[in-house]
């Protein structure tokens, strides 16, 4: 069965760090790049961060660029988000999303975790 | 960075009816790169669409996706209980690969 699963949220203060993970089961991880997406309380969607399928290249949100860096470990079939410097204003749910060259969109998610940011 | 536009912000309909979902792009976005998602309350966003018009996997006939440049539309033929969620436009071409801000489609 092809799935992803988050693991790592919880609630953080302003200012500390979080790493989350996402495991990937049922295929393989590394022909895929692979991305993270969250989705504020009640909001829409915003693209995070993305890596290539060796883990070469990445690229990032500016409203998370210098604080987040993703990462990904092929022969292990996971990928992480390292969180620093964290604010309010990142508190969402954390999707993990695999994206096929063929399709050029995500299509397998992540069920999600919940990130909140809070003193 | 292409900003999406989804209209209505929210949309009434019952079930049996058609429904039409626009997303218009900043700039213009190959058909290549523009992705629709459906996401029901506590789960996961769905991907439906992809290459502005092609169905995914397992999804059934009655979407159906068009448009080029920067307009775009999801069409759902015929209203079942199971569609009325939220739907959300992608463009996947550039970074940032950003979203639509969502239309709710609800049952009147």
């Known amino acids: 069965q092809v799935q992803l699963v988050e693991s790592g949220g919880g609630v953080v203060q302003p200012g500390r760090s979080l790493r989350l993970s996402c495991a990937a089961s049922g295929f393989t991880s590394s022909n895929y790049a692979m991305h993270w997406v969250r989705q504020a309380p009640g909001k829409g969607l915003e693209w995070v961060a993305v890596?290539?399928?060796?883990?070469?290249?990445?690229d990032y949100a500016d409203s998370v660029k210098g604080r987040f860096t993703i990462s990904r470990d092929n022969p292990k079939n996971t990928l992480d988000l390292q969180m620093n410097s964290l604010r309010a204003e990142d508190t969402a749910v954390y999707y993990c999303?695999?994206?096929?060259?063929?399709?050029?969109?995500?299509?397998?998610w992540g069920q999600g975790t919940m990130v909140a940011v809070s003193s | 960075d292409i900003v999406l536009t989804q209209s209505p912000g929210t949309l009434s309909l019952s079930p049996g009816e058609r429904a039409t979902l626009s997303c218009r792009t900043s700039?213009?976005?190959?058909?290549?790169?523009l992705v629709w998602y459906q996401q029901k309350p506590g789960q996961a966003p769905r991907l439906l669409i992809y290459g502005a018009s092609s169905r995914a996997t397992g999804i059934p006939d009655r979407f159906s996706g068009s448009g080029s440049g920067t307009d775009f539309t999801l069409t759902i033929s015929r209203l079942e209980r199971e569609d009325f969620a939220v739907y959300f436009c992608q463009q996947s071409g550039s970074s940032p690969y950003t979203f639509g801000q969502g239309t709710k489609l609800e049952i009147k």
């Open positions: 890596i290539s399928y060796t883990g070469g290249n990445k």
């Open positions: 999303a695999r994206a096929p060259v063929t399709i050029q969109g995500f299509d397998i």
């Open positions: 700039q213009s976005v190959s058909r290549d790169y």
